[in-house]
């Protein structure tokens, strides 16, 4: 089919998410996944639970890239580990509470094994309502490069 129009070209069946297609990204042609553009467009919601581990390296969340925490259930502190920063190099992940924290409710976004965020290993704690951050890998290391309090 080459050098056919596009109007040409067979209609596609429903999309799954991990079919590849061609992207033109600074004058290179380059191969992406629909799941990766969707994670663009459509954040990643997690219900927040007192007492509760999440890792942001498990395969559901290893395409998100914005997050909303939901804060459900009594008063207490969830566990948000991000992933590795060697398996995240040049990742962005952005993540914001929903109306529903306060002091006494709690989300720690923590680096994990020898991993640090801004150079520390302690945990970052989202405690506030609509409180937001952003941060990002370079291979060795995350960094915060945006917050909202």
């Known amino acids: 089919m080459a050098n056919s129009k596009i ?26 996944t629909l799941n990766h553009i969707g994670n663009y467009l459509i954040p990643t919601s997690l219900t927040v639970e007192p007492d509760v581990t999440v890792s942001l390296g498990d395969a559901a969340y290893q395409n998100s890239i914005l997050i909303k925490l939901s804060w459900s259930g ?3 502190t969830q566990v948000l580990n991000l992933p590795s920063a060697a398996s995240s190099t040049n990742r962005i992940i952005r993540i914001i509470s929903n109306g529903g924290y306060a002091t006494s409710t ?33 291979g060795l290391q995350w960094f915060i490069i945006q917050k909202k309090a």
């Open 7 to 32: 109007s040409a070209l067979p209609i596609a069946t429903e999309l799954q998410g991990g079919e590849l297609f061609a992207i033109v990204q600074n004058g290179t042609t380059k191969q992406t």
């Open 106 to 138: 709690r989300t720690e976004l923590t680096p994990i094994g020898s991993d640090t965020l801004d150079g520390s290993t302690a945990a970052y704690v989202i405690n506030k309502a609509y409180e937001g951050i952003q941060v990002w890998s370079d």
């Open 74 to 76: 009594a008063n207490g």
